[in-house]
């Protein structure tokens, strides 16, 4: 069998690279809701905003409002 698919041109390296990456696909689970909450409060435990440190008002959602608000950002930290 292995040596027909030798023949073939199939590389035994790659097939069972592929083996593997299938099985372990099938059996990692999911992520539900709230492990992304837990997860997330998790992070945000281990490295905690810094007090002060006001959160950006800016929608990020929006390219050129983030986009501008970068650049003041790093005009600021220039002119320091």
Do not use: K, N
Not at 29 to 53: S, T
């Amino acid at each position: 069998m292995v040596a027909e698919l030798r023949e073939e041109g199939v590389e035994m390296s790659s097939l069972i690279r592929d083996a593997i990456r299938t099985a372990y696909g099938r059996r990692r689970r999911r992520l539900r809701p709230g492990d992304v909450d837990a997860l997330l409060a998790e992070i945000y435990e281990r490295h905690p905003e810094p007090p002060g440190d006001a959160s950006p008002t800016v929608d990020i959602i929006d390219r050129r409002a983030f986009r501008e608000h970068v650049a003041r950002r790093i005009r600021a930290e220039t002119e320091r």
